[in-house]
């Protein structure tokens, strides 16, 4: 049973999608699990065949339970955990620049012995023989580790750093689309965020008149394709609020506040066929907004097309929903759990606006905090939101 | 404890005294021909002549035509002659220019020397010593550069050694010549001018260990002969951003010592092996063999290899140069190993 | 032949021709039982050589055999159990089995062994010369090779090294006049290879090796020309084998009159002859003498039998001198 989130402990069997004999691919969805954040299909990282299923359609079992048994071409009769590191990313792809060797002067090849090409994926998780070892000795899973060295492989200074800090981070990479699912996942959910979760709410009107005259000065000047949306500038404008009121990011885990050093935003995006998720733009606070937009198109574009990774799901710090056009005025938002704050935007409204004793017309943008108040007081809250409200009236800063 | 340490008077220094490679190594076969009147040395122009590289100069004088032999250009026979006056009872060292020509010497040394003692069931030993120059660096082209010192740590039966420093230069001779067996010594070209200081009374070294040099944390640099000074040099690189490198030299080249190299590589976690001659089938393959065979889970990284480029070597200097291993190669493959960019 | 060999001496040289002869029949016909393996070189035909050569050297002498030396090991007196025991593989054998037919030696009787790369015995022959020379003493090296030797880069190094040096080593040429199965016409351009000798300034004779008495004087002459410090010595055995080169040769090469008529000339017939035409021996005293030597090789094959084989335990023992592993440095 891999790991899909931090949070998760078990997970429920709803379908297998194969059955022993089956020849599998690396990437073939194998099997169908219920987890609070809901229905998410679990891929396989092996090529093989499948040689037994080890876990009942409905039995419910803890995370790292071993579900089925794959054979991988060449491999005798072995027992192979289907998601080996669940959660661990397939290794993620090394930097494409990887370092090409100076050329010498005068250009010669280079005497000394490539290092091994990095390889974005592999058949299995890479970790070095090393910390293979003291991974094993700690007990530690490799999936919750993320790997740095040659290849994206698991290196001893990665065991060591997630032998020290305890990382709330776990992630996992399958894919999650099914509709029924997400209804179900949205269900358990809020539930629990209602049952568990004491909330309290702030709300702010900002004014939206700087930031929208920025904004379309700014599109004038950009080709259809690369105009930004105003979504961005809320988006980016909660990062950097993050910054100031840091209790608002990350999450509330076994009685205590475990904060999160970069914002992942998790962008509430309805889909056509109904249903709603929350994927994460990684790193908002790091990105431009040029960044910010494309990912948010990206990101968008892939969850109405049952394109996302889970760890997009599973790894937002914070949420941020916005209504748009078609929206209504404010939205009183539901913390998504484990986190521990969400942002509610409503549409952009034109209305009557008092500022130094002048009334106009303003457009603005009801904002409102949903916040976690174990993990933080109203006080915070204000804030945070004020923090926001201040970003926006310097959009060219963002 | 350390003022009571401090009370001691220090013990008397032995004298120390500057030296190069050239004049350890001359020192180490004058003594050899004086404590061993069975000694005697032979090979192409080292008496008159005073040998190719100078070794022997003066030893014709001061030990005569007998003990000091010249020979005509006849590899294979006074290579042969050399392993039949050690059957005999001699301690031959055989002096072969470089080992660019000891291949016309292959047969005795593999079919004779290495064989004997195990064909005659135990009966005929070869305590012999044939030295041979090796190595690039000096713009003499392809046929004066070879690196073919695994063509003989291939071969059971012969001890291969390669000193690279001036106390070795100085200590191995001796020992050699005490081994039972054939020792076969490489003595690389760029190291001959090699100055340094030297204690007095320095004697023999062993011939079983390989030595650390220069002790680190992050990385091994495995290396030996030639390519040991650019390793060196290598190391006070890495150690400027920060990256401590420990350096091994093998000094026997056969056999192994694994343990120094296992050791280092069980402390550093990452290796690179640094040898000058080529990659394919070399001595580095066989090092990094032993390293997965007995230390893959003490690895952090793969093993890293860097070594002479594939092609027979060329005059130019610039292209010499980008073929053989540097200093700045070296550092590069260990940087690169150190820091990978995940 | 000349007719003043003392009768014992003369029935001596039969003894060890025969005892060559009589031992490699057996080995043939236990290399087709399996017993023997490997490469089996049968040295039928030229025991003259070893017998007459092997008489003017004494027991501080050294030899360097070719990988056809069993002849050579009976005659310098390797017992025939060690032989045969070393035939077989048994450790036993004289070289505890390791080196089989090619590569009998015996540090007890200066036998530095059957060397079965050809020429490369001649450099070391000329090593253990240096090395007697260098200690002063008067002993001689005697190095067999056959004519393939002469074509060798081995012999020419080695016979002007050995020239130049003055070394007292006996190059002894088995000129069978096939290098395996390349006639010497068809290898070497001057097929009179006393003269390639005699052109490092080597004394050089030519002698007819398939006359025991002819192949002793000559080589004694050498002998005592290299004993009073006149440098290395080459003589040319002539001689011929009467089977094929190994046993898996069929011996295409040259024609069955050949071998037929060189076997007109077989030294142990002709010998047999001159002996009893001085009454030396008659056929009770040749029988005798056979059925005494057939006795010596039954015994050296029931003792090869009773042999053990070495412990694979062994296998890498003296791979390496057995020396003490700490403190080599002094």
């Given at each position: ?192 965020s209602?049952?568990?979760i004491?909330h309290y709410y702030l709300s ?44 608002m ?70 949420t941020?929903t ?9 939205v009183m938002p539901i913390i998504y759990?484990?986190q521990v704050a969400i942002v509610g ?23 409102t905090l949903g916040g976690d108040h ?7 809250g ?17 | ?342 | ?330």
């Open positions: 049973m891999p790991s899909l989130g931090a949070d998760m402990e078990a997970g429920t069997l709803v379908e297998w999608r194969v059955k022993p004999g089956d020849a599998i691919h690396r990437g073939d969805i194998i099997c169908e699990v219920v987890t609070e954040k809901g229905d998410i299909e679990v891929e396989s990282w092996l090529t093989g065949t499948v040689e037994q299923l080890l876990v009942q359609v409905g039995q419910k079992v803890p995370v790292k339970t071993l579900m089925a048994l794959i054979r991988t071409e060449g491999e005798g009769a072995a027992a192979v955990p289907p998601a080996p590191a669940p959660s661990a990313p397939a290794p993620s792809a090394p930097a494409p620049s990887a370092p090409a060797p100076p050329a010498p002067t005068p250009p010669a090849p280079t005497p000394s012995a490539p290092l091994p090409a990095p390889q974005p994926s592999s058949e299995r998780t890479r970790i070095s023989p090393a910390a293979r070892k003291r991974i094993e000795a700690a007990g530690l899973d490799a999936s919750t580790i993320v790997g740095s060295g040659i290849g994206g492989a698991i290196t001893i200074a990665d065991v060591e750093k997630a032998m020290s800090a305890s990382q709330p981070a776990a992630r996992a990479e399958s894919e999650a689309t099914s509709v029924t699912a997400i209804r179900r996942a949205i269900a358990r959910a809020m539930a629990r209602k049952r568990e004491p702010q009107t900002i004014d939206m008149s700087r930031a929208l005259s920025w904004l379309e000065r700014e599109n004038s000047a950009r080709e259809l394709p690369r105009r930004l949306l105003y979504s961005v500038l809320l988006l980016k404008a909660v990062a950097l609020a993050v910054r100031e009121v840091p209790e990011n990350g999450f509330w885990q076994d009685d205590h506040w475990i904060g999160s050093d970069a914002v992942h935003a998790g962008v509430a995006t309805s889909l056509r066929s109904g249903g709603l998720i929350a994927p994460a733009i990684h790193d908002v606070g790091g990105k431009s907004l040029d960044e910010v937009m494309h990912a948010l198109q990206d990101l968008v574009n892939r969850a109405r097309s049952s394109g996302l990774r889970s760890s997009e799901l599973s790894d937002p710090t914070i941020v916005s209504l748009g056009e078609r929206g209504c005025d404010s759990p484990p935007f409503g549409r952009v409204v034109e209305q009557a606006w008092a500022e130094n004793g002048m009334v106009g017309a303003r457009r603005v943008i009801h904002a174990r993990a933080s007081d109203g006080h915070r204000a804030l945070f939101l004020r923090a926001v409200d201040s970003l926006m009236q310097s959009p060219e800063q963002l | 404890m350390t003022a009571i340490a401090a009370a001691v008077p220090p013990a008397a220094m032995p004298g120390v005294v500057k030296t190069t490679y050239r004049d350890a190594l001359r020192a180490a076969h004058r003594d050899a021909l004086r404590r061993d009147d069975r000694v005697f040395l032979m090979g192409e122009d080292v008496g008159r002549y005073g040998g190719c590289y100078a070794v022997s100069l003066g030893l014709l004088e001061e030990f005569g035509p007998e003990r000091v032999r010249d020979t005509p250009l006849s590899e294979l026979a006074f290579v042969g002659a050399g392993i039949g006056a050690a059957a005999a009872g001699m301690r031959p060292i055989v002096e072969v220019m470089t080992v660019n020509f000891s291949l016309l010497a292959l047969d005795q040394i593999v079919n004779s020397a290495a064989t004997l003692l195990h064909m005659s069931g135990g009966q005929c030993a070869v305590p012999l010593v044939i030295r041979m120059a090796t190595g690039a660096g000096r713009q003499v082209a392809a046929q004066h550069s070879h690196s073919l010192e695994v063509w003989y740590a291939h071969v059971p039966g012969i001890r291969v050694v390669a000193p690279a420093t001036i106390e070795d230069a100085r200590g191995m001779l001796w020992t050699a010549l005490q081994d039972p067996d054939p020792v076969v010594m490489f003595e690389h070209v760029m190291l001959y001018n090699l100055e340094g200081e030297i204690a007095e009374t320095a004697g023999a070294t062993d011939l079983d260990h390989a030595a650390v040099r220069r002790e680190g944390s992050d990385i091994s640099i495995v290396t030996y002969g030639g390519c040991l000074p650019k390793s060196m040099r290598a190391a006070e690189t890495l150690a400027a951003d920060g990256i401590s490198a420990e350096v091994i030299d093998l000094r026997t080249l056969r056999p192994l010592d694994d343990e120094t190299i296992l050791k280092s590589v069980a402390k550093t976690h990452r290796a690179v092996i640094v040898d000058e001659g080529w990659r394919s089938c070399g001595l580095s393959a066989e090092i990094a063999a032993r390293i997965a065979e007995s230390a893959l889970y003490e690895l952090d990284a793969p093993v890293v290899r860097v070594c002479t480029v594939e092609v027979p070597i060329p005059y130019p200097r610039h292209l010499e140069e980008a073929a053989l291993p540097q200093a700045a190669s070296i550092a590069d493959a260990a940087r690169r190993l150190v820091n990978h960019h995940g | 032949m000349s007719g003043d060999i003392p009768r014992e001496h003369a029935l001596h040289l039969l003894r060890e021709m025969l005892r060559i002869r009589l031992f490699e029949e057996k080995c043939a016909e236990l290399y087709g039982e399996e017993k023997i393996r490997g490469f089996l070189h049968l040295y039928i035909g030229e025991e003259a050589v070893a017998a007459g050569a092997m008489q003017s050297l004494t027991k501080d002498d050294a030899i360097v055999a070719t990988y056809r030396e069993h002849g050579h090991a009976l005659v310098r007196g390797i017992s025939a159990n060690a032989v045969m025991a070393e035939m077989y593989g048994k450790v036993e054998g004289c070289s505890r089995g390791r080196g089989g037919s090619m590569h009998i030696f015996s540090a007890a009787h200066r036998f530095y062994g059957g060397n079965a790369i050809v020429g490369g015995g001649l450099p070391l022959a000329a090593g253990i010369a240096l090395a007697d020379k260098l200690r002063g003493v008067s002993h001689v090296t005697a190095c067999f090779f056959g004519d393939g030797a002469v074509a060798e880069g081995a012999f020419h190094e080695t016979a002007n090294l050995a020239a130049l040096w003055k070394l007292p080593l006996l190059l002894l040429c088995e000129n069978n006049l096939y290098a395996m199965g390349t006639a010497l016409e068809r290898a070497q351009s001057e097929t009179d290879l006393a003269r390639k000798a005699a052109a490092y300034r080597i004394p050089s004779t030519s002698v007819d090796g398939m006359d025991v008495l002819a192949v002793e004087a000559a080589t004694r002459a050498a002998c005592d020309a290299i004993r009073a410090g006149a440098g290395p010595q080459f003589v040319e055995l002539r001689t011929y084998r009467f089977r094929a080169h190994s046993m898996f040769d069929p011996d295409r090469y040259r024609d069955k009159s050949e071998v037929g008529r060189w076997k007109e000339r077989d030294p142990i017939m002709t010998f047999t002859a001159f002996l009893r035409g001085r009454g030396d021996i008659d056929d009770a005293g040749l029988d005798a003498l056979r059925k005494e030597i057939e006795s010596e090789i039954a015994t050296a094959v029931a003792f090869a039998e009773a042999g053990q084989w070495e412990a694979v335990s062994d296998l890498t023992k003296f791979v390496y001198s057995e020396r003490p592993l700490a403190g080599r440095a002094s």
